[in-house]
C-alpha cells in the first residue's frame, strides 16, 4: 500500500461534514467543481444576455427606420445559431477535459473496497484484508480507492458529494468508481436511486484517514469477537442467539452453531457493531438509547425496513445491548 | 374558383351538423371541438390533482423528520405526480389543445377519424379514473413514474399498485397514438385549399412534429410496459437478472420514449408561444422557416439523447460522450425558437396583455431550464447532480417554463375562441406574477438543494444537513406558485361565467380560427376558406375567398386536398355523433383491466372488443346502403368513404399507413430487446432450451410469403374490374394465412418450446415475438373476411376499391415484418453463434 | 475509536455550512419580500418558540435540552414533540410531558424524579427496558427543562 507520510496529523475531534458536492474533499468533486463554475459563468452570461434582449426589444426605442426582417434573422443566426455552437464546443471541451483530467489524477485504485446494495443498507467488503462491516467505509487519505459496486436486490446507487460523482449498483453487473478523500473527515455518502419505502434512509459515513490510522483501524476490523466479560452481557450473548437475531446477524468469533443464513435476506454482519458511528444506515448515531429502541421496535424508526421487531423483557434489552456495545 | 353557400344550403348544413342533444349526447358527441374541449377539461383536472399531491409532498419536506405522511403514502404520492403530469397532463392537454385548434387552423370542419377521436379520449378518461381510484384506495403505484426494474417486478412491488401502471400506461398510450395518427392525417389530408406547407400555421407544424414524435416514441414505451406487465402477471423474465433478463433494457426502452417526451410536450408550447406572440406585438414571427426547420431538428434530435437519463449506469464513457454532444446539439434549435422570438419582440410593438406575460415568463424560465440542461448533458457534472434536487429543478424549469406557461398563454388566448367571452385583464396579471415568483422560489431553491446533496425522491431527510431552510423556502414559494395557479382557475370559471362577450376576432390575430364565431359553429366553417398566404386574416383585407360544399347528399362532409400543395381531391365524410366509441372504449378498457385481476377474462375481453368493432362499421354500411342511390352532381369532387372511395388515396389509407409505421417501432424495439438480451446473456439460446428448429418456420415463412401473391393479384385485378380475380385472391391469400397460423400453433406444441415462456429471458422474447406476431396475422384474416363479404357482395369495382386498397397494404406489411423477425428468432442462433 | 471522536456534534454541521448559507440568502430574502413565512407556522416550529419561555426548571436549558434529547437517542423510544425523528412508540411518549402525574407509573412526577429517573431508570425500577444512557445530572436537568415545557 502507498504511504503517505508527508501528510499532516488527523485533526481531532473529526466532523461530519454536510454533503455539499461544491465543498469538494477529492480530486474527483474538485474537478466536477470547478466544471461547474465554469459553466454556472457562462450560463449566467447567456441567461443575462437574452434577458436583456428580451427588455430592450420590449422598452428599448424602436428603429426610425422600418423594422426589417433582415435584422431579425441576423438575430438568429447570430444568437440562435452561432452563439450556442461556439459556447457548446467550449462546454463540450471542457467536459472532456474535466473527465480527462479526473482520470488521469485519480489513475487506478489502490486498494479494492467491495460494495453490496441492500434494501436498504450498504455491505462493505475490503477482499485485500478480509473485512466486513456495514454502512461505513474506511479510507486513507490521498490514496485512491477503487470501489466494486453491485446490488443484491433492486437497482441503488453510491454516492459522495464531496468525493466525487455518483454510480449504480445494478442488479447482474459490476460498476467500478474510484475515489479519493484528500482530507480526513467524516463524509456522507447517501442512496441516490430511488429503491423503494426507505431509500431515504439508506446513507453511509466514508472515513478517511492517516495511512496509519487506517491500519490501525484494518487491523482491529480483523480480530474476531471473544467471549464478553461481565454477567449482563454473556447474557446478552445469550439473547443474541436465543432472540434469534443471529439468523440474519453474523458475529465472527461467537458460538452459534453455525446457522444456516443463505436463505435469508442478510443484516449487517455485527462483528464490529460498536466501532461503528452509526446504526440503521446512517439513520441514527451508534448509542446505547438508538440501539435500544431500534433492536425493539426498528419499524419506529424505518417503517418497512426488513428487520423485525423483537420483542424482550426489559432485562433482556439491557443485557443485549450491553453485549453489542462489547463489539468493538 | 371561389363558391359560397345559398342560404337553403345553409339550413341543411346546420341540420346535418345538429350536435347531439340530451344526457347521452355525453357518449355520442364525436366533434372535435367537444372533444378537443373534454380533453383540456380532463387535463387541467389531473393538473390541479397531480398539483395538489405536490403540495402535500412539499409539506412533508417542508421540515426535517416531518411526520405529516409515511414513507408509503409518500412515494404513491410522487409516483402519481410525475405519472399524471406527464401521461394525464401534459401529453393530453397539449393534444387538446392540437384537436380543437388544428381543425380550426387548417379550415376545416372536422378531425379525420371523429370517432376514433372520441374514442381516445374515453381511454384516457377511463385510464385516469382507474389511476387515482387505486390512489383512494391505497394501492396507488409506488415505482416512480419511471418504474425502474427490478423494484417494480413482481419480487419487489408485490401488491396490485404496479400492476395499475404498468397495465393502464400501456392502455393509456393507445390514447395518444390514435390522436397522433389523427392529427397527422387531418394535418396532411384536410388543410384548406391554398394551404401549401409553407402557409402552414407554426402551430400547426408544431403538432404535427408532435404527431411524428408520438408516433416514433410511444411504441417503445408500450413495448416496455408490456413486458413490464407480463413479467408481473404471467411471469415472464424480461427484467429478471437472475434468469437472464436485463433492468438496464427497461431503461433503454423506457428513455427512448421518455426523453422524447419531454420534447413531445415542449414542441406543441414553442408552437403555442409562435402563435401568440405575433399577435401581441402586431407582425408575423421572425424566420418562419428557421422555426419550422429547428421544430423539426428537435424532433430528429430528441431521439438522440435517451442515454443522457443513464449516465451513471456504468455505460462506457466514449458512448456517453457521443450523448453528451447530442444533448448540448439540441440547444440549437432551442436558441432558434428564443432568438425569433426575441427579434419578433424587438421589431414588433408589445402590447402588455396577460397572453403576452406568460410568454414573456417562458422565455425567462425556459432558458434557465436550458441553460442548466446542457450542464446536466455534461457526463462529470451530471455524476454530481443526477438524481438530486438540481435535476428536480432542472427539469421544472423546462417543463413548467417550457409548456405550462405556453400552455397559460395560450388557454389566455384562445379562451374567447372557446367559450365566446373574454378573460378579466386584472386578474391575469396577478396570477401570472404569483405564478412566476412562487415557481422561481420553489424551484430556483431547489439547484442549491440538489448541490447541498439531497437525493431526489425521499419521503424525509435528517435534521442539519443544510437542508432545513433551503426546504422550508421550496415549501413556501410552492404555496404562493399554488396560489397563482389558484387565481388562474378563478379567472377561467369567472369568465365563464361573466366574462365580456368576445368578438370572432378579439385580439386581432391572423390565423384561420378566427375567422369563425367564437365559439365556432358546429361546422365551423359554412365554406372552406381558401388560403393565400401565411397570415389569412392580416392579408385578407376583410372577406376570405371561399370554396362551398354544399350538402347535396345530406351528410357530414369536408374537402380533402392534396399533401403537397392542398389541391382540393376529394370529399371526405365524417360520422356522425354515436356512441359506438365510448362502447369500444370500455370493451378496450375491460380487457386491459382483466388483465390485471384475471388472465381468464382477457379472451371475453377480445370477444367484446370484436363486437364493438363490429357494431362501430355496422352504421356505416347501413349508410351506404341508403347513400349510393344518390346522384353526384356533374364536376363534384370524389367522395373518399370507406367502401366506396374513389381517386386518391383516401384519409383511413394514411390512417393505415400511420398505423403501420407505429407497428413497425413496436416490432423493432421487440427485435432491439432480443438482441439487447443477447449481448448481455453468457449463452444464447441457453443451453436448456437449444437452437430453435428450422425446418418448420422456414416452410411456414415461405407459406406466408406466398400469401401476398394472391392479395397483390386480387387488388391488381379490381383496378381493371375482374371481379373474379378478386374473389379468387382474395380466398387464396385468405388459406395461405390460416395455414400460416395453424402451422405456428403446430410449431408451438412441439417440445422444443414446451419450456414456456416464463422459463427465461430467452423463451420470454421470443414467445413474445411469435405471439405478437401471429396475433396480427389472425387480425388480418378477420379483416380480410370482411373485405370478402364485401368482395362477394361485388362492392368494389375499378375505381371504388379503397377499401382493399387498404387491406392489401396492412398484409404486406405483416407478411414482410416476418422476415426480419424470422431472421432474429430462427437464424441469428445459428449466424451469430452462441453468445457473447 | 475514541466516542469523542465519532460524536456527531450538529452544531458543527451548522458552522460548517457557511459558504453553503451564503448562497441561500438569496433566496432567503426573496421569500422575505413576500413576507409569507410569517403566516405559515407548523408545530415544530411553534414549541420552539414556546421553549424558551419555560425555562422554569432551576439550571435547566430546555434549548439544550431538546438537542439532548436528540443526541443520546431518545426518540429511537419515545414520541417527543419538537426532537426530529422522535415518533416512535416503543416507550410511552412524552407529549404533554407537563400533565402527567407519575414517572414509570410508579413515581410522581417532580423534576427531581424526572432527573434521577433519566440518569438511573434501573435503580428506581429494576428491570426497566429503558437503558441507563450515561447522562449526567446536568444534561438531565436540560432534558427535564425541555421535557417540562410539553404541555403548558
Known sequence: ?328 | MATTLSAQDNETLKQIWQPPAGILSFFTAVNHRTVGLRYIITGLTFFILAGIAALLMRLQLMFPENTFMNAELYNQFFTMHGTTMMFLFAVPIMEGVGIYLVPLMIGTRDMAFPRLNAFGYYVFLISGIVLWVSLLFGSAPDGGWFAYTPLTGPRYSPGIGTDFYATLLTFLELAALVAAVELAVTILKLRAPGMSFNRLPIFVWAILVMSFMIMFAMPSLITASAQLALDRTMGTQFFNPTNGGDPLLWQHLFWFFGHPEVYIIFVPALGIVSTVLPTFVGRPIVGYFYLVLSLVAIGIVSFGLWVHHMFTTGLPILGLSFFTIASMMIAIPSGIQIFSSLATIRLGKPVFKTPLLYVLGFIIIFVIGGITGVMVAAVPLDTQVHDTYFVVAHFHYVLIGGAVFPLFAGLYYWFPKFTGKMLNERLGPIGFWLTFIGFNVTFFTMHFTGFAGMPRRVYTYLPDLGWDMLNLISTLGSFVLAAGIGVFFIDLIFGLWRGKPAGDNPWGASTLEWATTSPPQPYNFASIPIVHSRDPLWDANGELETYAVEPYLGRRETIGTSVLDARPEQRVELPKPTITPFILALATAFTFISLMVNIVLVPIGGILIALSVVAWHWTDIEDHKAKEVKQEPEGALPSSAIISSKGRHPTFWWGILFLILIEAVVFASLIVSYFYLRAGAEEWPPELVGRPDLLLPTINTVILLLSSIPIYLADHGIQRGNQRRLKMGIVGSFILGAMFVVIKFIEYGNVNYAYGWTRTAYTSIVWMIILYHTVHVITLLIKTCVVGIWAFQERFDSERNAALQVNGLYWHFVVLIWLPLYATIYLSPYVLGSGS | ?152
Not at chain 3, 53 to 67: K, V, W
Open chain 1, 1 to 328: 500500500m502507498q504511504t503517505t507520510q508527508f501528510l499532516t496529523p488527523m485533526p481531532l475531534p473529526l466532523q461530519i461534514n454536510p454533503p455539499y458536492s461544491l465543498d469538494p474533499r477529492g480530486p474527483g468533486a474538485a474537478h466536477i467543481a470547478d466544471l461547474w463554475w465554469i459553466m454556472f459563468f457562462l450560463g449566467t452570461a447567456i441567461f443575462l444576455l437574452v434577458a436583456g434582449l428580451m427588455f430592450f426589444g420590449l422598452f428599448g426605442r424602436q428603429d426610425q427606420s422600418a423594422p426589417n426582417e433582415q435584422q431579425g434573422l441576423r438575430w438568429i443566426m447570430l444568437g440562435g445559431i452561432v452563439m450556442p455552437a461556439i459556447v457548446l464546443l467550449v462546454v463540450f471541451g471542457i467536459t472532456i477535459r474535466s473527465a480527462v483530467l479526473n482520470a488521469n489524477e485519480v489513475g487506478t485504485g489502490e486498494i479494492t473496497v467491495e460494495v453490496v446494495g441492500h434494501r436498504w443498507w450498504w455491505e462493505v467488503h475490503y477482499p485485500e484484508h478480509s473485512v466486513v462491516t456495514a454502512n461505513e467505509i474506511h479510507l486513507p487519505v490521498g490514496v485512491p480507492v477503487e470501489f466494486i459496486l453491485r446490488s443484491n436486490d433492486v437497482i441503488h446507487s453510491f454516492w459522495v458529494p464531496q468525493l466525487g460523482g455518483k454510480m449504480d449498483l445494478i442488479p447482474g453487473r459490476q460498476n467500478t468508481l474510484i475515489l479519493q478523500a484528500d482530507e480526513a473527515g467524516i463524509y456522507r455518502g447517501e442512496c441516490a436511486e430511488f429503491c423503494g419505502l426507505q431509500h431515504a434512509r439508506m446513507h453511509f459515513m466514508v472515513i478517511a484517514h492517516t495511512t496509519e490510522e487506517f491500519e490501525q483501524w484494518i487491523e482491529s476490523q480483523q480480530a474476531v469477537a471473544v467471549q464478553p466479560q461481565g454477567e449482563l452481557a454473556r447474557r446478552g450473548e445469550q439473547v443474541f442467539i436465543s432472540a434469534g437475531c443471529v439468523y440474519c446477524h453474523t458475529i465472527d468469533g461467537l458460538d452459534d452453531g453455525a446457522v444456516d443464513r443463505s436463505d435469508s435476506d442478510l443484516g449487517p454482519n455485527l462483528t464490529h457493531l460498536a466501532s461503528r458511528t452509526t446504526i440503521a444506515a446512517g439513520t441514527l448515531e451508534n448509542n446505547r438509547g438508538n440501539l435500544s429502541g431500534w433492536i425493539a421496535n426498528p419499524h419506529g424508526i424505518k417503517p418497512g425496513v426488513l428487520m423485525p421487531a423483537t420483542l424482550l423483557p426489559g432485562e433482556d434489552l439491557q443485557a443485549l445491548v450491553t453485549y453489542l456495545e462489547t463489539l468493538q
Open chain 3, 1 to 152: 475509536m475514541e466516542d469523542r471522536v465519532l460524536r456527531l456534534d450538529n452544531q458543527a454541521h451548522i458552522k460548517q455550512a457557511g459558504l453553503h448559507q451564503r448562497l441561500i440568502l438569496i433566496t432567503i430574502f426573496l421569500s422575505l419580500v413576500l413576507g409569507l413565512s410569517a403566516c405559515l407556522g407548523d408545530a415544530n416550529q411553534s414549541s420552539m418558540a414556546m421553549q424558551s419561555e419555560h425555562q422554569s426548571l432551576e439550571g435547566g436549558d430546555s434549548e439544550r435540552g431538546q438537542q439532548l434529547l436528540y443526541d443520546y437517542g431518545c426518540g429511537s423510544c419515545h414520541t417527543i414533540p419538537g426532537v426530529p425523528g422522535a415518533n416512535t412508540y416503543v416507550g410511552p411518549p412524552l407529549n404533554e410531558w407537563s400533565q402527567r402525574h407519575y414517572i414509570a407509573g410508579s413515581l410522581p412526577n417532580t423534576p427531581e424524579n424526572l432527573i434521577t429517573w433519566i440518569q438511573n431508570p434501573q435503580q428506581i425500577e429494576p428491570g426497566t427496558a429503558m437503558p441507563i444512557l450515561g447522562v449526567n445530572e446536568q444534561e438531565a436537568r436540560h432534558m427535564s427543562a425541555y421535557l417540562y415545557s410539553l404541555g403548558n
